[in-house]
């Protein structure tokens, strides 16, 4: 079977990106220069190692995005398109997948982009020593990489993958000078060398991350608007954890380009002319709240969905993001092809919600908490104050007061990121929200499959609603083994149809991921991970 | 300069700074009080009732504070809130004032070698920086407010330890207990009689300075993402809560933000005016 | 005693006080440490920490945990006494680079702070001490009021207020310091964290000023024709300075506090945020390394203060009235 790439779509795709992205703002284009640098403001954590293939979060796929690419790109209708690899085929059996490399490419340190190289990033992914979470599971069935000769590579896996190009698609499995691997962890982790339309010149921790322009720039992806490499001489790449601060720098022209923004300054920005918003949701599970189906109290259905029909998030989405986050009935994000939503499943009655808890047996106690054989309705609810934000904690805090009308005590911690890990793998939790970014709709397996019950080393596990359903696991299993494509579309289907009726999913809106730009035209986000791509980018004067 | 001179002097300064600005601390402290105590009588509302629909609303006749994000009273939530912010201010004060008298004592009435290194650890720990120190105990303990209030209590003892040490030195080497000390008397009853006695306003003083300071440090906590946990209405998290919308919904920041500051500047009056009455 | 003798002794004195300052620092370190619960653990970044075997084992030998508890006792204080803190768990790198690239940027935020803080303290009070007759009464009361507001300000608030009016609103300065920031940068962050300072020291200023204003040499200067701001500089300024040069120390202490928070809201690259990047996720080799830079610190400032005590004070008069019944106004900061 050959897949031939659709290159016409994906151009027209990222035309359509950047027009979107232009529209809300100035109607007529300013004035562009080329050169320059271009500040870029961040709230995400900043990463403690600039090579993504080492752990594997989404701060790392933001910032390497500009040094680093992967094998194949995807499209904003998420069809796969070319990018360091030109095609691809699969054996019958989908145990065989032949690369074929662009050719006469080099990463910017001389290293060239061979067959081996290609091996040699997926042995650092899958090599205990790299620490890798997000790209080891990514290349978990690949057993093998063979050097064919120098521009062919064959993956040899260990059972098929229907994933397999979602997963080199990320950021988190982008591909790396093998020269630059061999310097070891610390130095790979300062500055990690890829083929990207940037290279990492210098990073001052807690200020900034500076990168250069390549000024080889071999090889444009499905966003390039042109053939060659970037139009800014540097990107200024800060770290403006606080909100309030990153979008006062936006407004006062000291930066360009703010991730995070608050709701309040989208709407802002909207309504201005000053500032453009650029809204791409990442790909993956949508934010959700999971009730952990393992314990007391949602170990049963009816608790479940009582509080599921008590939630009633929708009046606190509209308020509090003020229409920049559409509320979600599905497991998986909007940009997902293969999402399933089901709104009748999350329609708010309390009615419903009271006389579901009164069957469960769950009765009303004097201070409004209810309560059974002696124990009270409680609901321990760890939240990350690294991965929430604040807007979606006021959320949490508004569902906490809507559920108590039913009687549940929710309990919000927030938590570092340490102590939430820590409350998870104790499992002292009832409800918890957890965002995971992947490419494809294989991300259900990682987090209802029961093998993600299993826990890491680290203590941590993925499934944290803790289905375990042998039926489920089968349909999972199948669609991740079926290469054709509606064969594959149905089994999920009926996966997320399956997911949704437990109850112990609570879907609110897509990973919210915005960005605001001031003073420069062209930003584009890629269709894998939408981490925007600042190779068409041009400052206006 | 004697101390009659000083006194004089500062006796003239307490009348220049003014009964009005004390009165006015009293007066707003008073109502702080009732507020901690008995949050309803003020505010009768529910401090956590949201209404969605209803947020960030701005300051009007039917929300004197405005609203929050989720529609909440913001009056309602600073007056409810009293409690929690004054008890871990008082707590926090507690644990440094007490272990800090301890210490203090301890050096000034023990051997005069126990004196020398005390006074010595004292005055270094005094000056390390308090939310430092805190910060400290903070990646030992974790976040939270128990956790914020013993960081806050523990950084803040050295300071006590070494007034109390200070004023007991200090009255011990004067005239009277020495005389008491001649006259017989043992060491508890001049203890008991002339050193705890003189030592107990300058302690009053700085514990109700130290209490002012103590909410903005926990405050500082929560700012910092360390401190009580939501939806309680405590000051600090709601301004930390509040910072995030402060170019569109300012009265979120700066109304609990004045009264944390108003509540401090009321007890360091009354504080400073405990310090003159203690002169006396 | 400000002969170069007297000096000396008294650089060996704080000298003293720096090695107790550090050993004070490491001891509560590895108490709270211990008290945590597993060490290990807390080293390592908590209990949801992903550490490797191999960084389990790296740990275990590199902080002598299989020792008994003395010898660990003595082997962190070793570690610290020759600067020792190893790698950062979090970052992977030194903590000696981390604090070299760090350090600076907070002295000169704080230093800047400070010196900004003695000029409004002592433009306030000078202000105050001038001012006659019943508009200076008003001045009075007013800057005595406006000194105890700023001196409980919180910074987090003072800057929020700042950041929206200046940067948000009128754009007139920026609100983040990246290192194209340059000095226009350090403006607001520098105001934010000197005017809670400034208010205590104008307090500590003001009380023996208006003593040393009627005391015995400032009126033989008076008389003997001296113009008067002359008079109040020379000697009642001198005089009246030396419980809030006394006291620099603490306010640099508190400088390095107020850090935290400045460098957090302004986004500047620091020590205080490094101390707080590292204490949420627990990355004790860098808590602890920090925390010992601040106590080193501290005690340069300490030494500093001294030597410019003895110049202002030669005889010593006031440090023993201090040292013996303590003033009101140093004994109130106790925070």
């Known amino acids: 079977m050959r897949i031939k790439p659709l290159l016409p779509l994906g151009l027209i795709a990222s035309a359509a990106l950047v027009l979107t992205a232009c529209s809300t703002g100035n109607t007529e284009s300013p004035e562009t220069t080329e050169g320059g640098t271009l500040v870029y403001a961040t709230g995400d954590a900043e990463p403690s190692c600039l090579d993504p293939h080492v752990g594997g979060n989404y701060p790392q796929a933001l910032i390497s995005t500009q040094y680093l690419e992967p094998l194949v790109g995807r499209d904003s209708s998420g069809t796969i398109t070319p990018w360091l690899a030109t095609e691809w085929e699969t054996s019958e059996d989908g145990l065989t997948w032949d690369f074929t490399l662009k050719e006469g490419v080099t990463f910017t340190d001389g290293t060239p982009l061979d067959a081996a190289a290609i091996k040699a990033n997926v042995e650092h992914l899958q090599d205990p020593e790299t620490q890798s979470s997000t790209g080891y599971l990514a290349v978990q069935k690949v057993a093998e990489v063979e050097v064919v000769d120098d521009t062919h590579a064959r993956f040899h896996m260990s059972a098929p993958d229907s994933a397999l190009l979602e997963s080199m698609s990320q950021q988190w499995t982008a591909i790396q000078s093998p020269a630059g691997i061999e310097r070891g962890m610390e130095a790979n982790c300062q500055a990690p060398i890829g083929t990207g339309p940037f290279v990492v010149d210098e990073w001052v921790p807690q200020d900034h991350v500076s990168l250069v322009r390549n000024e080889d720039y071999q090889t444009p992806g499905p966003e390039n608007d042109h053939d060659g490499g970037a139009f800014v001489d540097a990107i200024e790449w800060r770290f403006i954890p606080d909100a309030a601060t990153r979008n006062a720098a936006l407004v006062s022209g000291e930066v360009n380009v703010i991730d995070n923004p608050l709701p309040a300054d989208i709407v802002a920005a909207e309504a201005g002319d000053q500032i453009s918003h650029i809204d791409a949701p990442r790909p993956g599970a949508v934010n959700r709240i999971e009730l952990n189906s393992n314990q007391t109290p949602f170990n049963d259905i009816k608790v479940r969905e009582a509080f599921i029909r008590a939630a009633n998030p929708d009046a606190g989405i509209d308020a509090l993001f003020q229409g920049t986050a559409p509320r979600s009935h599905s497991p998986l994000s909007s940009i997902e092809p293969l999402g399933y939503s089901d709104e009748s499943l999350f329609t708010y009655d309390l009615d419903e919600a009271a006389k579901l808890l009164d069957e469960a047996g769950w009765t009303e106690g004097a201070d409004g908490v209810r309560e059974k054989d002696g124990e009270k309705l409680t609901v321990r609810f760890p939240v990350s104050t690294n991965q929430s934000t604040a807007t979606e904690q006021s959320l949490f805090q508004q569902i906490q007061a809507n559920v108590a009308e039913v009687g549940f005590d929710v309990q919000l911690e927030p938590l570092d990121l340490s102590s939430w890990y820590g409350a998870l793998a104790a499992h002292e939790y009832e409800a918890v929200s957890a965002p995971y970014t992947k490419v494809g709709p294989d991300v259900l397996r990682i987090l209802y499959h029961s093998a993600s019950l299993v826990p890491a080393p680290s203590g941590y596990f993925a499934n944290l609603a803790q289905v375990n359903d042998p039926e489920l696991d089968a349909l999972l299993d199948e669609a991740s083994a079926t290469l054709d494509a509606d064969t594959r579309a149905g089994i999920y289907e009926e996966a997320q149809q399956r997911i949704l009726a437990t109850f112990t999913v609570l879907p609110l809106y897509d990973q919210q991921n915005h960005f605001l730009t001031q003073g420069v035209d062209g930003v584009t986000t890629l269709g894998t991970v939408a981490t925007p791509t600042f190779v068409n980018a041009k400052l206006t004067a | ?280 | 005693m400000s002969t170069p003798k007297g000096i000396a002794v008294a650089v060996l004195n704080k000298l003293g006080a720096a090695v107790l300052v550090v050993w004070l620092t490491a001891t509560v370190v590895f108490l709270a440490l211990r008290a945590s619960g597993d060490p290990l653990e807390a080293i390592l970044g908590g209990p949801g920490s992903q550490a490797s075997p191999e960084a389990v084992a790296q740990a275990r030998a590199d902080y002598g945990l299989d020792q008994p508890f003395f010898v660990q006792y003595l082997s962190q204080l070793w570690r610290v006494a020759t600067l020792q803190f190893g790698d950062s768990y979090a970052r992977k790198q030194p903590v000696t680079d981390l604090l070299a690239a760090n350090v600076p940027p907070t002295l000169v935020l704080a230093t800047l702070a400070f010196v900004l803080a003695w000029v409004l303290a002592l433009a306030a009070t000078l202000a105050a001490s001038t001012a006659r007759g019943r508009l200076g009464r008003a001045i009075r009361s007013t800057l005595t009021g406006i000194e105890t507001v700023s001196s409980v300000m919180p910074q987090f608030f003072l800057g929020a207020v700042l950041i929206l009016v200046f940067a948000s609103q009128l754009q007139w300065l920026p609100a983040t310091g990246g290192a194209s920031g340059g000095i226009r940068a350090l403006i607001l962050p520098v105001i934010t964290l000197a005017v809670p300072i400034a208010g205590y020291l104008a307090h500590v200023l003001h009380g023996p000023l208006a003593e040393a204003d009627t005391a015995p040499f400032a009126t033989t200067a008076r008389s003997r024709g001296a113009a008067e701001s002359w008079v109040l500089l020379r000697h009642t300024l001198r005089h009246a300075a030396l419980p809030a040069i006394s006291l620099s120390g603490w306010a640099y202490g508190s400088l390095l506090s107020g850090a935290v928070v400045v460098e957090v809201l302004f986004a500047r690259q620091g020590l205080g945020r490094l101390l707080l990047e590292a204490t949420t996720v627990r990355d004790m080799p860098v808590v602890i390394g920090s925390i010992t830079i601040v106590a080193l610190l501290y005690i340069v400032v300490l030494i500093i203060t001294d030597i410019v005590e003895r110049i202002v004070d030669p005889r010593g008069t006031a440090r023993r009235e201090l040292g013996r019944s303590g003033s009101d106004a140093t004994t109130e900061v106790v925070a």
């Not at chain 2, 609990?256 to 007890?267: S, Y």
């Not at chain 2, 405990?274 to 002169?279: K, M, V």
């Open chain 2, 1 to 280: 300069m004697t101390e009659t001179l000083a006194r004089q002097r500062r006796s003239m300064r307490s009348l220049e700074s003014g009964w009005i600005s004390v009165t006015i601390s009293a007066l707003f402290l008073a109502f702080i009080s009732v507020a901690a105590l008995a949050p309803s009588l003020l505010a009768p509302g529910d401090p956590l009732a949201i209404a969605p629909a209803s947020g960030f609303t701005p300051p009007s006749l039917a929300h004197i504070f405005g609203t929050d994000e989720s529609g909440r009273d913001i009056y309602t939530r600073v007056v409810h809130g009293a409690g929690s912010s004054v008890g871990i201010g008082l707590a926090a004060t507690a644990i440094g004032v007490v272990t800090g008298a301890v210490l203090g004592f301890a050096a000034g009435l023990g051997p005069r070698w126990l004196d020398a290194a005390l006074a010595r650890v004292f005055e270094v720990l005094f000056a390390l920086p308090t939310l430092v120190v805190a910060l400290l105990f903070v990646a030992v303990l974790g976040g939270g407010a128990w956790s914020a209030t013993l960081a806050i209590g523990l950084a803040t003892i050295p300071g006590y330890a070494r007034m109390i040490r200070a004023r007991v030195r200090g009255i011990a080497a004067s005239g009277y207990a020495e005389w008491a000390r001649l006259d017989g008397a043992g060491a508890f009853s001049v203890f008991a009689k002339h050193i705890a006695p003189n030592s107990l306003w300058p302690l009053i003083s700085a514990a109700t300075l130290g209490v002012g300071q103590s909410i903005v440090w926990v405050a500082a906590l929560g700012f910092l993402g360390l401190g009580a946990e939501p939806p309680a209405p405590e000051w600090g998290a709601m301004l930390d809560a509040g910072r995030v919308y402060l170019a569109s919904a300012w009265w979120m920041t700066v109304l609990p933000g004045l009264t944390i500051v108003a509540t401090a500047t009321a007890l360091t009056v009354i504080g400073r005016r405990f310090a003159q009455g203690g002169s006396r």
